[in-house]
């Protein structure tokens, strides 16, 4: 029997390495001679880079960036082969990087981002997937353009810093600096939501709050989103405002499409594409795969999603271990995921329920396959 084990991170507690292991003790405790494989995934947030390094034996390269704030970090890229560079914004723009007290998404930029995307292609990388979950800017990707040579002016014709508070001052946009490589570089951008750069379901609305912004604060960000967005409009013919995808990591989904020919894609798909998933599925008896919540979103292009459509393409079973189940849920099944497994066993404190998350995972796992050798007794085809 051949089972693929490919979780998400348990967010918050336990990295989808760390869940893939604990998960292959379980099934090898019930079925010694069982081949496994292991695959941990990545949303496009934090840890990707590692993640995706990890499964192609690549290597990290590091350097110095500037990280929301201006201050200088040790960031760096994950080499995949050759030509090919994962650029991970969350490593140099990331939420994690600002103490929650500095929080300021009006004074936050994505500079080390352009930086870390700079280097790659200086280096010789012709080939970039930019993961671009968990920033902490709203700056429209202003700051990392800034960085890869585009020049923001103001109405006087002075130079505008790339951070949001920005956005409202531009005047003009001139790209005639934009760094020469990159036209002959592939971007793709790992992308998982839809949200336009504008609007009540754009970047600043949706998104801003979590970044530290209050509601007075909300409505200058979008002003300032809205001038940006009418002159780039002007200067490039591309429309951003109701373009799905472009509010994504606070309008860097849209700036890598206009200004870089980005291609914005689902993360999961860029992935399992990369590690050639549906060869792996090949003679694959059962898939197992989880993450730290399933609800409604779970459904909308996230790791179950995809991973449930390819295991359906391939008729292979799928099923999904979770922390816990919310509204919505149930919408997963009709993806590919057979069922799912919670795994909180009793209402507790969160800040056991987290404590515990390792047992509790490998207690899920093992009552699965302690379910399934029961079907396997009575003869029942429960795949």
Do not use: W
């Amino acid at each position: 029997m051949k089972i693929v084990l490919i979780p998400d991170s348990f967010k918050g507690t336990l990295s989808s390495e760390e869940a893939a292991a604990i998960m292959e003790k379980e099934v090898l405790r019930c079925f010694p001679n069982c081949e496994t494989v292991k695959i941990p995934m990545a949303d496009g947030g934090e840890g990707t880079e590692k993640v995706m390094v990890e499964l192609m034996k690549g290597r990290h390269i590091s350097c110095e960036v500037h990280d929301p704030l201006g201050r200088v970090i040790s960031s760096g890229y994950g080499l995949l082969d050759e030509n090919t560079a994962l650029i991970e914004m969350a490593s140099a723009s990331g939420l994690t990087l600002v103490e929650p007290f500095r929080r300021n998404p009006f004074l936050s930029g994505s500079f080390g981002t352009g930086e870390l995307i700079a280097r790659a292609v200086k280096d010789g990388c012709r080939k970039l997937i930019i993961a671009i979950g968990g920033s902490a800017t709203n700056d429209g990707g202003m700051g990392a353009m800034e960085a890869l040579g585009v020049v923001f002016r103001d109405e006087k014709g002075q130079k505008l810093r790339g951070r949001a508070e920005n956005l409202i001052k531009i005047k003009d946009i001139d790209c005639s600096a934009l760094l020469p490589k990159l036209e002959k570089t592939r971007i793709t951008v790992m992308c998982d939501v839809k949200n336009p750069l504008l609007g009540k379901t754009g970047a600043t609305y949706v998104y801003g709050p979590q970044k530290g912004a209050d509601p007075e604060m909300l409505e200058k960000l979008e002003a300032g989103m809205e001038n940006y967005a009418s002159v780039l409009k002007k200067t490039t013919g591309t429309d951003l405002s109701d373009m799905a995808g472009a509010g994504a990591a606070g309008g860097m989904g849209g700036a890598l499409y206009a200004f870089c020919k980005g291609e914005l894609r689902c993360g999961a798909d860029i992935i399992l594409d990369l590690i050639h998933f549906s060869e792996i599925l090949e003679n694959t008896d059962l898939v197992i795969t989880g993450e730290g919540r399933l609800d409604g979103q779970s459904a909308s292009g996230k790791v179950l999603d995809r991973v449930g459509e390819y295991c359906l393409q391939k008729n292979v079973p799928a099923i999904a271990i979770t922390g816990c189940m919310g509204a919505g849920a149930e919408a997963i099944y009709s993806k590919g995921i057979r069922t799912a497994f919670p795994i909180i066993q009793e209402l507790l404190p969160e800040e056991e329920l987290f404590a515990r998350s390792r047992s509790l995972l490998a207690d899920a796992t093992n009552r699965v396959m302690r379910l399934l050798q029961l079907g396997m007794k009575l003869g029942g085809q429960i795949l």
